[in-house]
């Protein structure tokens, strides 16, 4: 899971070509990060070298935007800028903000694999979700859709982690040293485990023993 980042120091690229949708996208950031700086991008190109020139902390993006200016804005593009993105930056933390969040099942495997916070936000979801899912991605949450989830298959390894948290009682450094991973990958396969269980930050509540207790709830563990 991605280390949590002070409102002191965030660093936002904001991509979208419709001008309401990303003003509108940018007010909201800046009230809840008032000391954020801020970048916008409205093409494929202008976004990946904001990126280049930026590491920024945190992508929020549509999926249809044009490549270049003038040109028509296709999924495809927005898809194709992700997944390289993904690729080349595999902690950066990005909010998926689209109406057509369907389409980035073609890449649950890149995602799945993200290290990264990653959150989906559709269009449609009032600000206020929206902007609860920008916190939970630079936290480090993994939140997508139900039919993007591998619910109740989870990896050989995630299962292993399960094993040893809840039936040995062992911390993320020595889960990390029995499985000869690093610790970072520890927590990241913890991201995966409670994106597939359903479980997300809840104010007030350990997100680790509500883990557990939904992993009990499904039989993955005693």
Known sequence: MSQEISKSTEKI???DDHESVLNGTVEGLKR????????TAQTAQAASQWVEQGQPDLLVMDLS???VSGEIAQTETGIQVLKTLMQI???LNIVVQSAHVRSL??????????????TIAD???PLQ?????VDWALKGVNYTPKEMRTRLELKHEWMNVLKL????????????????????TVRHYWTKIQDALEVYPEEGKNIRIQTELRSRQEGLID
């Open 13 to 15: 690229l904001v991509i």
């Open 32 to 39: 809840q990060y008032p000391t954020a700086e801020i970048q």
């Open 65 to 67: 935007i044009p490549n």
């Open 89 to 91: 930056y595999p902690t």
């Open 105 to 118: 099942v073609r890449l649950k495997p890149i995602i799945s694999n993200h290290e990264g916070g990653f």
């Open 123 to 125: 269009k449609s979801l």
């Open 129 to 133: 979700e929206m902007l609860k899912l």
């Open 165 to 184: 948290a809840f039936h040995e009682g062992l911390q993320d450094r020595a889960i990390a040293e029995r499985l000869n991973v690093a610790e970072r």
